[in-house]
């Protein structure tokens, strides 16, 4: 069986870890555990823009010591920015051993809104089995509920599924799961 493990990156809250590593190893098919080691964001802050650059945070994420085959996930509670992009929910190389997430704009207090906590924990696993996707090689599906298809937005996230859609949960098991 496969394995994740969870990685903080600076503050983040332990409930939503607690959280990810009860749920994500039904969709991922994999055990998942959390770290107990702690990745410092600083070095990747951009003052111009006041946000942390993910690529960088995942560059020093995958110098993390894991064991052979496990996939990493660090989750973070900054904003996350790539050049291209205003702020991102995650980042993850195709097909590597690292992902990213940041919990930062799924809270709807980032919006707004009154605290839902059910809404931010089923964001968090959202984000987190979308980021491992792309980590076992799966890019962006056409079908909307599926939990890999592209999210620019809050709105696009809740309207798409926590689970992946037959084709890309066959690929997903196929790639690394054994």
Known sequence: MAEVQ???????????????????????????????????????YHAPRRQYHSTHILARLLET?????????GACDVDLFIPILTSVFGEAQLG?????ISVYRLRQSFYGLPAD???????CEKEA????????????????????HFSNSIEQVDLKQSAF??????????????
Not at 65 to 73: E, I, T, V
């Open 6 to 44: 969870l990685v903080a990156v600076g503050e983040v809250d332990r409930d939503a870890l607690d959280y990810l590593a009860a749920t994500l190893p039904d969709e991922m098919d994999a055990t998942c555990s959390i770290s107990r080691r702690v990745i410092d964001p600083a070095s990747a």
């Open 65 to 73: 010591p894991a064991p052979a085959g496990a996939k990493l996930l």
């Open 129 to 148: 089995v979308h980021e491992l996707g792309h980590a076992y090689g799966l890019v962006h599906c056409r079908a909307f509920e599926c939990v890999m």
């Open 96 to 100: 590597n051993r690292a992902a990213l």
């Open 165 to 178: 859609c037959r084709r890309c949960a066959g690929l997903v098991r196929g790639c690394g799961n054994e």
């Open 117 to 123: 906590e059910r809404l931010f924990y089923e964001r």
